[in-house]
């Protein structure tokens, strides 16, 4: 038997099974019993009373500090408002942290020259 043969056998062979996993797949959806759809009403939002709106209002603003909005209204967040700590050096540990100091986008840009 040719190579070619046996490939072309294997395959409607492999074919032929996958049919017949699929078909009983198939039927055993088929067959098993269907969930019960409930057809109850959806449950409506109530609005949140003022008092808790203004609770969760002054939280956020707690949360956001001291970023500013900017003449748009859009807040900046940048590296500044989160002062960087670092208390290890070793980068390669599951509680690693980075080398203080700073990197300019031109020296990342420097490095990723060629990589792309």
Do not use: C, Y
Request: charged share 20%; hydrophobic share 35%; aromatic share 0%.
């Amino acid at each position: 038997m040719k190579l070619s043969e046996l490939k072309s056998v294997v395959k409607e062979a492999v074919k032929e099974a996958i049919q017949e996993e699929m078909k009983d797949i198939l039927l055993e959806a088929v067959r098993s019993p269907q969930p019960v759809i409930s057809t109850a009403p959806a449950q409506q939002n109530t609005p949140m009373p003022e008092d808790n709106r203004l609770a969760m209002r002054e939280n956020i603003q707690n949360v956001l500090g001291n970023m500013m909005p900017n003449a748009n209204g859009t807040i900046s967040a940048t590296s500044a408002n989160v002062p960087m700590q670092v208390t290890n050096t070793n980068t390669a540990s599951p509680d690693g942290q980075l080398p203080q100091g700073e990197v300019s986008t031109d020296q990342i840009m420097n490095l990723m020259k060629g990589k792309v």
